[in-house]
Structure formats: C-alpha cells, structure tokens
C-alpha cells in the first residue's frame, strides 16, 4: 500500500465546473504539498500546507491533520487547468522522507 | 533571481553505463532533493542534500549517489545503468528544511537502452 494515494486517478470536467481532488495519506507529515504537473515533466509547486486551509486564486487546498486527508479544489475550472495534480508528504521526525501519490489527470474540456 | 535549472534536458544511455546528471538550485536555495519519476508515475524520492550533507534518502540501492557543492548546486550519480532505470529525474531546491516550499527543476529525461 502506498503511503500516498490520490482519487480520482482521471477526472474529465466540462470547462467552469468546480473539482476536487483528493489524497489520503498513512504516515505522520510535517507538510503536504500539492503539485501540478504538465506534459513534458515540468513540476510547479502550488501549495504547501501544515494546518488548516489556503487560497491562491481558483485554487484552494484544505488539509485535516487528524484524518490524514488533504483536499485541492478548482473553482470556476478552465483548459489550461489540465494538468497533472500530484499530492506529496514530507515525513515528520528525522527520517526526512518524501512520499508522492501516483497523480491525477485532469483534463477540462471547453 | 534564476529558478532551478537541470542538465542535461535529455540523454540516451546503455545498460551498464554510468551517468551524472547536474542541478542549479535557486539563487538563495541550501537545499537539493532529487527524485525519479518513471512514465505514469508519481515521482520517487531519492535523496535530499541540505549544506553539502546528505540529509534523508529513499529506497533507492547504493548505485544512486549524490554530491552538493559549496554553491549548493548537486549532482545525481547512477552507476551501472539498468533498463528501469530510465525515466524522468527532478530536482527541487528550496531554502532549508522542514517548512520549506521546494522549487522543481524541469527534469532530465534519462533513456536506457
């Protein structure tokens, strides 16, 4: 089992639609980081998260430390939101392990 | 302010080769980590570089080594080159450790034959 996983794995949304995507993940964290990803492998870094919520934009990533869950949301989605959203765990302690979901695709059609 | 650059952009290898594969971190940026990503995917963390000393590492075998130099750039090490291990190598710089936002290179594709 994955420490990180991701749902859904694909996710195909008509243009304007609001979308969530989710991780859950099973191991103690210091910080979550939410990740886009486009063709051709270039990562951008979209939020970092300990606590509680932040906005930037359309988007809006939540996190409850006590479930283990983080939520990123697109608001009022458009096409060049497709892209590959990857969540990704920073391991609390000393061990300094990151673990990352396999991604879900996002395509928004027009 | 120059971001995290990686070269090279692509390169073509054989089984059993060795390969160095370099990162630029961010202008202001002591910290490297390097990560695998193999075709579809999530990457994989390899190792993490903080001021020259390593500071966390994956599960990846001996064969993957790592160096930071005094300007935190770093460089990747993988000794006799295996058919899986081609895929996609980032690197992210960011200022220090825990708290960090991490700044992705944007990778080098790395293909075994």
């Known amino acids: 089992k994955n420490e990180v996983e991701q749902s859904p794995q694909n996710l195909t949304a008509q243009e304007g639609e609001f979308i969530t995507i989710n991780c859950s993940y099973s191991v103690g964290i210091s910080a979550l980081h939410w990740l886009q990803q486009h063709p051709g492998g270039g990562i951008v870094s979209l939020f970092m998260?300990?606590?509680g919520k932040k906005k930037h934009g359309r988007l809006i990533a939540t996190i409850n430390i006590q479930e283990k869950h983080s939520s990123l949301h697109i608001t009022a989605s458009h096409p060049r939101d497709s892209a590959v959203y990857i969540c990704?765990?920073?391991?609390?302690?000393?061990?300094?392990?990151?673990?990352f979901g396999t991604g879900t695709s996002l395509t928004v059609i027009p | 302010e120059t971001g995290v650059t990686q070269s090279p952009t692509h390169l073509i290898k054989t089984r059993g080769q060795q390969v160095t594969l370099r990162c630029s971190s961010q202008s202001g940026h002591n910290t490297v980590s390097w990560y695998q990503q193999a075709l579809g995917q999530g990457p994989q963390f390899i190792f993490q570089?903080?001021?020259?000393?390593?500071?966390g590492r994956g599960n990846f075998p001996p064969r993957f080594s790592g160096l930071q130099f005094p300007n935190y750039s770093s460089e990747l090490n993988v000794n006799a080159l295996e058919l899986d291990d081609s895929a996609l190598y980032l690197c992210?710089?960011?200022?220090?450790?825990?708290?960090?936002?991490?700044?992705f290179g944007p990778g080098t594709r790395l293909t075994v034959t």
């Open positions: 992210a710089s960011s200022a220090g450790l825990a708290g960090s936002e991490q700044y």
């Open positions: 998260l300990s606590s």
């Open positions: 570089y903080y001021r020259e000393e390593k500071n």
């Open positions: 990704a765990v920073r391991s609390g302690g000393t061990g300094n392990q990151f673990y």
